[in-house]
Antibody, heavy 120, light 107 residues
Framework: QVQLVESGGGLVKPEGSLRLSCAAS????????MSWIRQAPGKGLEWLSF????????NYADSVEGRFTISRDNAKNSLYLQMSSLRAEDTAVYYC?????????????WGRGTLVTVSS | ETVLTQSPATLSLSPGERATLSCRAS??????LAWYQQKPGQAPRLLIY???NRATGIPARFSGSGSGTDFTLTISSLEPEDFAVYYC?????????FGPGTTVEIK
């Protein structure tokens, strides 16, 4: 079954850290660029980060640059998002998604998301 | 950053009616625009990419058009399962950005 499953969300205090994981199955994970996208409660979608197949290229939204780090382990079919210096405005459902092709940065397979709540 | 504006914010229609959703970019994105559908509690689903190409498995009642700064998603005849929120997204310039969404609700 082709799927992405996020995990690692939860309640964290402001200035705290959290590491999200995304487990891929049913397809050749190493063939795909990947991204993280989030959605604050009742709000729209915000692209966060992008990583190439070999991890040689990464890109970040300004809102998370320097605080979040995207990485992947192709041997484990897994994508990660290390989040630090968390703020209340980082509260959201975090989705991982596959990118259609390296030259078309659209998202065709999404996980169900994991909720991160930043609150004291 | 390329800002995407969607209109209307909410569209109230009946099943069988035609839906026309608009997405406008703050600068030209060529035809590098996608549309997604999101239902409550679910992840978004890619409908259209590069302005007019239907993604795999998307019914023919969904069509996209436009280029430059003005884009349209058309649902030719609304089915009950089409009532949802629709987002546009551009890939022309980093950062990738999404529009705020249009809710298509049952009238």
């Amino acid at each position: 079954q082709v799927q992405l499953v996020e995990s690692g969300g939860g309640l964290v205090k402001p200035e705290g850290s959290l590491r999200l994981s995304c487990a891929a199955s049913g397809f050749i994970f190493s063939d795909y660029y990947m991204s993280w996208i989030r959605q604050a409660p009742g709000k729209g979608l915000e692209w966060l980060s992008f990583i190439s197949k070999s991890s040689s290229y990464t890109n970040y939204a300004d809102s998370v640059e320097g605080r979040f780090t995207i990485s992947r382990d192709n041997a484990k079919n897994s994508l990660y998002l290390q989040m630090s210096s968390l703020r209340a405005e980082d509260t959201a459902v975090y989705y991982c998604a596959t990118v259609i092709t390296p030259s078309k940065s659209y998202f065709d397979l999404w996980g169900r998301g994991t909720l991160v709540t930043v609150s004291s | 950053e390329t800002v995407l504006t969607q209109s209307p914010a909410t569209l109230s229609l009946s099943p069988g009616e035609r839906a026309t959703l608009s997405c406008r970019a703050s600068q030209s994105v060529s035809d590098y625009l996608a549309w997604y559908q999101q239902k409550p509690g679910q992840a978004p689903r890619l409908l259209i990419y590069d302005a007019s190409n239907r993604a795999t498995g998307i019914p023919a009642r969904f069509s996209g058009s436009g280029s430059g700064t003005d884009f349209t998603l058309t649902i030719s005849s609304l089915e009950p399962e089409d009532f949802a929120v629709y987002y546009c997204q551009q890939r022309a310039k980093w950062p990738l950005t999404f529009g705020p969404g249009t809710t298509v609700e049952i009238k």
